[in-house]
């Protein structure tokens, strides 16, 4: 069972449609900000990966928040 987890689609740090340019996306930025955990998440019902700050993650669902499937999970730490 994967980890399903909410963001408001507004407050992604970048989206392609593909995996490889998201991480690629993710790990630029993660090493210019190593105080962010990072999630790579993927749109439940499409084929869109985006990257979110994990402590932009909410609770539950609202009308603001889209479901994502979480892809890769990037701590504080993994660059230097």
């Not at 408001?8 to 991480?23: E, K, R, T, W």
């Not at 439940?44 to 669902?61: I, L, P, R, S």
């Amino acid at each position: 069972m994967s980890e399903m987890v909410f963001f408001n689609p507004g407050d992604a740090i970048a989206s392609d449609h593909d995996f490889n340019a998201a991480l690629r996306s993710a790990e630029i930025f993660h090493r210019k900000q190593k105080q962010h955990e990072l999630m790579i998440v993927k749109e439940e019902n499409g084929k869109t990966y985006a990257v979110f700050n994990a402590t932009d993650a909410q609770t539950d669902a609202s009308a603001q928040t889209n479901r994502y499937q979480i892809a890769k999970q990037m701590p504080k730490t993994t660059f230097h």
